[in-house]
């Protein structure tokens, strides 16, 4: 390590010491850099102490980091990129690399378009990943924007030696945001719905009897997965993201037209539209993704027997391959950029579609079973709900995000 140190001779910073930031530093220290690093004044007493020992250096402010540091990476919340960068981005080191790891990079790069030196090179990148995942063999998104050649092989170098992971280079920042808006926003745009209808409905989801086994435990494990983070890293990404728009709107009417015909009791109509959908979807894959629905019985919440569970209409899936469909994207040209959630999606959604006796069954429950009307209908209006504070940039969704992630059912389950 001290070798590598003397030979690079680099400074990294972190500004922004929440919990990607405190992966990367303690990665970057870990393989060897100097690494300095800083969050809100108030808690610079408290990170000093908790990190003393570690080799990461925690400085007063963005303005020591700024000044110090060769490569500075920006980990903080999209919705504040502009206003942090505002205020330290100017005193940057001549010569210096700035990087955001920011989920939607087009406030970021217009941030550092506008406050940043000439004198400083700009690139991004983006961890396709959570926090609490490691960052090895996971997905790496970087994009060169206004950096020499070297300098944007220096840091993929440093990040690739670091991190450990695939490293995904993009064209451009544009092209990152719209694979984002293919991938993340709409795939978080349907959990964020699901529990938010479970909320409003009152329903522990492991209990009924209509959301237990197999792709049903993918769906109620991926939505607590999504609810015991930070809002921003799953509904802030979806309203900052202006590639999002357009999917996020497409889905919601995908909901709402499914919805109706089911309401109306329009069975060919249902049947023959989604298979339309599927067909141009799937049509040319010919291996599943996931496992079996048997072996996903063996990760349940619940205790209700295999025979007493009931057929489920899978709106939330459904409306996602109509979706595609009206838009014609091919969910498979986005698996380079794939996050573990979006995989998992995928795969379930493609289970049930190429699953014929499921598939069926869930046309049949859509229409027939009228007991799951109520819950259909609370998904469908919070899949609009939240659709029009996505379009309209509104940030209620955070108190929404927020109250669903703190009522009783949430609690109940970290409990258990």
């Not at 990170?47 to 402010?61: F, R």
């Not at 440093?158 to 280079?169: F, H, M, T, Y």
């Not at 349907?190 to 492991?206: C, D, Q, R, V």
């Not at 205790?303 to 409306?319: D, M």
Request: proline share 3%; with cysteine; net charge neutral.
């Amino acid at each position: 390590k001290k070798t590598m140190m003397a030979e690079d001779n680099q400074c990294i910073g972190i500004i922004g010491f929440g919990d990607m930031g405190k992966l990367y530093a303690k990665k970057f220290r870990a393989a060897g850099y100097r690494v300095v690093a800083c969050d809100l004044p108030e808690k610079y007493d408290q990170l000093k102490i908790h990190m003393e020992g570690s080799g990461i250096e925690i400085l007063q402010d963005g303005f020591h980091v700024s000044r110090c540091s060769d490569f500075i990476f920006y980990s903080v919340e999209a919705e504040n990129i502009n206003k942090v960068v505002a205020r330290f981005g100017p005193a940057t080191k001549v010569g210096a690399v700035v990087a955001g790891q920011t989920s939607v990079k087009e406030p970021e790069i217009k941030a550092f378009e506008a406050h940043l030196p000439s004198d400083v090179h700009i690139m991004t990148c983006h961890s396709l990943h959570g926090p609490t995942i490691d960052t090895e063999g996971q997905a790496l998104v970087v994009v060169k924007h206004r950096i020499t050649d070297a300098k944007y092989k220096q840091v993929v170098d440093i990040l690739a030696k670091s991190l450990k992971s695939q490293i995904v280079p993009l064209a451009s920042y544009l092209e990152h945001d719209r694979i984002t808006a293919d991938t993340q926003a709409v795939t978080h745009l349907a959990f964020l719905s699901m529990g938010t209808a479970w909320k409003n409905s009152k329903i522990y989801p492991w209990k009924s009897q209509s959301y237990v086994g197999g792709i049903e435990n993918v769906k109620v494990l991926m939505n607590m997965r999504i609810f015991s983070n930070k809002w921003h890293v799953y509904a802030g990404l979806a309203i900052l993201n202006p590639s999002a728009q357009q999917q996020v709107r497409q889905y919601a009417s995908s909901v709402t037209s499914l919805f109706t015909l089911m309401i109306q009791e329009k069975h060919d109509d249902l049947s023959s539209r989604l298979v339309q959908a599927g067909e141009w979807v799937f049509g040319n894959t010919t291996s599943p993704i996931l496992l079996s629905d048997d072996l996903l019985d063996e990760f349940s919440l619940s205790q209700v027997p295999a025979a007493e569970r009931k057929p489920n209409s899978h709106l939330s899936l459904l409306a996602m391959i109509d979706s595609w469909y009206q838009l014609k994207i091919n969910p498979y040209d986005n698996l380079l950029c794939q996050t573990p959630l979006f995989r998992m999606w995928l795969g379930i959604v493609e289970y049930l579609f190429k699953n014929k006796e499921m598939f069926n069954a869930s046309v049949e429950a859509a229409i027939h079973n009228k007991s799951l009307r109520s819950d259909d209908l609370e998904f469908c209006i919070a899949a609009r709900e939240w659709a029009t504070m996505i379009n309209d940039s509104n940030f209620k969704g955070k108190f929404v995000y927020n109250t669903t992630k703190t009522n009783r059912n949430t609690i109940k389950y970290k409990q258990k």
